[in-house]
């Protein structure tokens, strides 16, 4: 076969720092079969993109070009005031990130910078801002590490596709159709395979899709994922006819069903030969104007598959500082009961890879890239499993750190996690979901409150730290009921790690689904959504008010549990090298500082980070009771400062801007000359200005004094 058989491509948004493990299995079984595959991590390489100074440069002459439109625009209207608002208080800082992001995306290299929690936070604080940037060139979309959102709906399909096209929103269009469909015009692969796992990921998807079909693309296109999330595109091609699949099905080709081992390499060689597709498994293609499933499902022996294949995966581009791997050790879940989860419904059936071949894996990934850390993404691993794993990584005297997701369950036993910790085991991600016992019984969890405690104290005690997986929204919670989990994990916050907080999302084939009224809603089956359902319990006031319910028990688990980390996928490697915690109290931008009545003339002054500052027309004389509109029509001239790792905002006198520069090299004193000479004020006017301003920079953080 030739040298571009598959593009095999993991588009963006996925909330993981780490390789896909679709993308590296679906590598290594395509290459051992005799297949030429070439993988693109879009969501690593988007980022990287993104996060660029020549990129951040772009977006910051794009936002100071418009504030300088709207700053001599006269009449705005109230939305235009607002953008004006937006841009004044975010730009101040955009020349001082473009310049220091280099420094920032070197700390998440550098195992001496990584760990040092100051450098770690404040490069975090750095990098969160430029996506801000980011994200307010193009709003009201948001993009960070953690979230893609536009206005558009990501589970309509035709407002995928507008979005798709939409340029001024859209950051990813231009990234593609300057940076990836060159390079895969270049490559001309026979078929070019789309790994979709999230539902963040479904504009870029198209997005990319209709760039390629823009510009000439005539590959196979074909569309799969099963492995990494609650997300396929399996449930959205079940039937036979939709309102959407007309649309769809004249940009892609197929879509692949559970599995795409098989399927892909099926594919190709009918791609090759020219043979019908028709015959090949998991394969769903369009035909005389419907879908037409598969004649037979294939369910892949595990055992089959060859070690993930990392060979042309540029392991510069992740947020680490040493190699993380993501593994399989089995497909599926042993429990399988869980009334909200779809897992079940993308795999056709719980399997496992041999413990020896999961061995094997391990020290040929070591021997090939030197690696040493591992996040089993197993939907769950069992207790047994668990025990004979530890074991079998003591008695062979493997050196690696691990984490994985696992059950409280009474058979994970304090001897269990003493050996997974012996064995290297940081980290365990439960899914706990709620506190509330008959939440938990609807749920059909399988969870007793007494075992959570009791695993909580034995992987404290065996240096095992705990993330918990938590839900709100589910059907049948009630405010208290939510209160009640909240409560529950502050009063643990010693004891746990990390937490996620998510709303619950309905999606097909779920018990929930099969069974609302044993739930008590009510499905909208109307709206043609690609992936999950809407239901009614609430009514509008009551959704509201449980929307900021949520927000504000997030809050507090924010407040509980405080991560200054630029990623939850940092804790275990934090963990390990400066113990339990270490990660939990983050460096403080802001230092003591005299009393202003302690200056003296000759008093000298330093900037406690380095700082930027934006001339700008923002009013600052209102009492505080004016509404933002109000203040914005008043243009009196001021200006705003900021500075890198401190996100307070200070706003001085104009004229300020002659002397702010000396702030470092004279003292109070000298620079009070300094305004007279360059403002042309008298003593008391500058010394007025100068004392309040600096009095202003000393109380907001942003100065300190080093001498007296």
């Known amino acids: 076969m030739n040298a571009s058989d598959i593009a095999l491509i993991f588009p963006p948004l996925w909330y993981y720092l780490h390789i896909p493990q679709e993308l590296v299995t679906l590598a290594g079984y395509l290459r051992a079969n005799g297949v030429t595959a070439k993988s693109y991590d879009l969501n690593a390489r988007s980022a990287d993109h993104f996060l660029s100074r020549p990129y951040l440069e772009q977006i910051i002459a794009k936002l100071l070009a418009e504030h300088d439109r709207l700053a001599q625009a006269g009449n705005l209207s109230n939305s235009d005031f607002l953008r004006l608002a937006a841009l004044r208080s975010e730009l101040p800082p955009a020349p001082l990130l473009a310049e220091r992001l280099g420094d920032a995306r070197q ?83 026979l078929c070019i395979a789309l790994i979709y796992v999230h539902p963040d990921q479904m504009i870029p998807l198209l997005s990319l899709v209709v760039a390629l079909r823009d510009a000439g693309c005539r590959a196979h296109i074909c569309i799969l994922g099963s492995l990494e999330d609650q997300v396929s595109f399996t449930r959205y091609v079940r039937e036979s006819r939709r309102d959407g699949y007309e649309e769809l099905f004249s940009l892609i080709d197929s879509v692949i069903l559970y599995e795409g081992e098989q399927a892909l390499l099926q594919l190709v060689h009918s791609l090759r030969s020219g043979s019908p597709m028709a015959a090949i498994a998991n394969l769903v293609r369009w035909q005389a104007g419907q879908v037409r499933q598969p004649d037979r499902v294939e369910v892949l022996d595990l055992n089959s598959i060859p070690t993930p294949d990392y060979t042309d995966i540029d392991l510069s581009l992740y947020w680490f500082p040493e190699p993380v791997f993501a593994m399989l050790s089995s497909r599926g879940c042993y429990w399988g009961r869980c009334s909200f989860c779809a897992i079940t419904t993308n795999q056709l059936s719980y399997r496992a890879r041999s413990l020896e071949l999961v061995l094997q894996d391990i020290a040929q990934l ?24 530890s074991q079998a990584l003591i008695a062979h005297q493997f050196s690696i750190r691990w984490t994985c997701r696992a059950r409280f369950e009474e058979s994970l036993s304090s001897e269990i996690l003493d050996m997974m910790a012996r064995a290297g085991c940081m980290q365990i991600w439960f899914g706990f979901e709620t506190a509330n016992e008959q939440t938990l019984s609807l749920m059909d969890k399988g969870t007793e409150l007494s075992v959570v405690d009791r695993i909580l104290d034995d992987c404290e005690a065996a240096g095992i730290g705990v993330h918990m997986l938590t839900m709100h929204g589910f059907p049948t919670e009630t405010p208290d009921a939510a209160e009640e989990t909240v409560a529950f994990l502050e009063q643990r916050a010693s004891r746990i790690d990390s937490f996620s907080y998510t709303d619950y ?121 004016a509404s933002l509109v109000t203040m914005l029509r008043r243009t009196r001239s001021v200006i705003a400062l900021a500075q890198v790792h401190h996100d307070a905002r200070v706003y001085l006198d104009e004229r300020m801007s002659f002397v702010l520069d000396s702030l470092e090299t004279q003292s109070l004193r000298q620079i009070t ?34 001498s007296q």
């Open 673 to 706: 000359g300094l305004l007279i000479a360059r403002a042309d004020l008298d003593l008391p006017a500058a010394a007025f200005i100068v004392y309040f301003s600096v009095k202003s920079l000393l109380e907001a953080g942003f100065l300190v004094v080093v």
């Open 505 to 625: 999302v309905l999606f097909g084939d779920t018990p929930v689904y099969q069974h609302p009224k044993r739930f008590g809603i009510e499905l909208e089956l109307k709206v043609d959504f690609l992936l999950q359902y809407r239901f009614e319990h609430l009514s509008e006031a009551e959704r509201e008010e449980s929307q900021a319910h949520y927000h504000g028990l997030r809050q507090r688990l924010i407040d509980a549990l405080p991560m200054p980390l630029l990623h939850l996928t940092h804790i275990a490697l934090y963990r390990e090298q400066l113990g339990s915690g270490s990660w939990k109290h983050a460096f403080s931008a802001t230092p003591p500082t005299p009393s202003v009545a302690d200056l003296s003339s000759e008093s000298r002054f330093a900037w406690t980070f380095p700082t930027s500052w934006l001339r700008t027309q923002l009013g600052v004389e209102s009492d505080g009771q």
């Open 366 to 389: 070591q021997a090939r890239h030197g690696v040493r850390w591992f996040q089993f993404r197993d939907m769950l691993m069992s207790p047994a499993y668990l025990r004979r794993f």
């Open 107 to 189: 700390v998440f290299r550098d195992p001496n910078l990584f760990y040092d929690l100051s450098q770690h936070s404040r490069a975090a604080w750095i990098i969160n801002r430029c996506w801000r940037l980011i994200s307010l060139a193009h709003a009201p979309t948001i993009i960070n590490f953690h979230t893609f959102a536009m206005a558009n709906n990501h589970q309509d399909l035709q407002a995928c596709l507008m979005a798709a096209r939409d340029t001024t929103h859209n950051p990813y269009i231009e990234y593609f159709r300057e940076v990836i469909v060159p390079e895969l015009t270049v490559n001309q692969p």
